[in-house]
């Protein structure tokens, strides 16, 4: 129960507090997440040991440190941060090597010195994957419209960034692409036809 000092004279909240508490609570999780994923790119930079994923490691992670930022601060305030959400480019191509080779079977490291780029870039992909689930969870049913587009419009930012990792990891041969036999990628691929709108549908 509110008490009349905590009402502004409308009967109205203050548009600060303009959040429910799911709301409240997904944020919260989104937030805390993201200070997770940057706490891990700062611990494992310094073990890093290729050039190209130190690259994309601190390039990822200056535009995550800014869209933490200005995340909170739509958070805290209800009103538009300071700019809007920016949009992440990776710097490499599309191309994606499929098939994929025997090797060796994966399993939990023992010591933290087997730690490697492999390992790494998987934890760095990891972080992405979780925050465009979270986020796209939480603006799902955030109430405050200012939050819902923030977080809305960082998920194809979490997107970008996973997916640059993996072309990465996949450039590396950390992350192989199978693919179906020919006859049953295309029996997959004709298996859908054009939809007609339904007689009892209006135009």
Known sequence: MFTQSSQS?????????????????DVHEVL???????????LLRDQVQDSELLSILDRQYAFMLDEYNITMEAFKTGHDPKHPT???????????????????????????SEINDAIISGFLLN????????????????????????????????IEMAYELSLYQNKKGYYQVPQLSPQDMSTMLNMYGQAEQAKNMPN
């Open 9 to 25: 004279q409308d009967n109205q909240m203050p548009f600060s507090t303009n959040h429910g508490a799911h709301e409240i609570l």
């Open 32 to 42: 805390s997440a993201m200070i997770g994923g940057l706490n891990q790119f700062v």
């Open 86 to 112: 920016r949009t992440y480019n990776m710097n490499m191509g599309n191309d994606t090597i499929y098939g994929i080779k025997p090797g060796e079977p994966k399993k939990p490291i023992t010591s933290a």
């Open 127 to 158: 972080c992405h994957k979780m925050g465009a689930s979270g986020k796209t969870v939480a603006a799902l049913e955030s109430t405050n419209p200012v939050v819902r587009r923030v977080l809305q419009d960082s998920v194809p930012n979490c």
